[in-house]
Nanobody
């Protein structure tokens, strides 16, 4: 399974960015590319933290308290792509953002039941830098 994240950049506080993550390939034992997927972020000197998750169907999502109401996760099956729309950005959002796929949970796992620990995810994208200036 390969994940390719993009869309990061430098933005002023209050601005917006939209991250994309293209998911391709099949995990061992999986016939189809159907994975619950999440976004994480890691700021310098800090641990990687959960941002948002989405079920394979896209019918359920779950977000961290720190971004709820500002960030929206979505997916486009036709493009095998997961998005993270980030609005009203603040300097504290500065981090490397990673997309991750859970290749072991059933595809129909609700987002609220998906793990918020990085250990719950088995495939990772390379990360994209988001910098918010004050």
């Amino acid at each position: 399974v390969q994940l390719q994240a993009s869309g990061g950049g430098l933005v002023q506080a209050g601005g917006s960015l939209k991250l994309s993550c293209v998911v391709s390939g099949h995990a061992p034992g999986r016939t189809f590319n159907r994975y619950p997927t999440a976004w994480f972020r890691q700021a310098p000197g800090k641990e990687r933290e959960f941002v948002a998750a989405i079920s394979w169907s896209g019918g359920s999502t779950h977000s961290a308290d720190s971004v709820r109401g500002r960030f929206t996760i979505s997916r486009d099956h036709a493009k095998n792509t997961i998005y993270l729309q980030m609005n009203r950005l603040v300097p504290e959002d500065t981090a490397v953002y990673y997309c991750a796929a859970d290749s072991q949970s059933p595809p129909n796992t609700p987002a609220q039941s998906m793990g918020v620990s990085p250990d719950s995810y088995h495939y990772w994208g390379q990360g994209t830098q988001v910098t918010v200036s004050s």
